[in-house]
């Protein structure tokens, strides 16, 4: 599945993501054993993203 994960060449919002995953998927965590995979280009547009990296 993730082999055919399609790249749209648009803005790289990694803050955005990573501050997604901190509000919907770890606070599950705490009642449920899950794992959260956060999958990024490597690259970070602090221009377009005004979130921080360090969210998590």
Same mark, same amino acid.
């Given at each position: 599945a993730v082999?055919? &994960?399609r790249?749209?060449?648009e803005a790289t919002y990694t803050g955005e993501a990573l501050q997604f995953s &901190?509000?919907?998927m770890i606070s599950k965590l705490i009642t449920e054993r899950?794992?959260?995979l956060v &999958?990024?280009?490597g690259?970070?547009?602090?221009l377009r993203d005004k979130v921080p990296l360090n969210v998590l």
């Open positions: 082999k055919d &994960l790249w749209l060449a &901190l509000n919907n899950s794992i959260v &999958l990024t280009d690259r970070s547009d602090t």
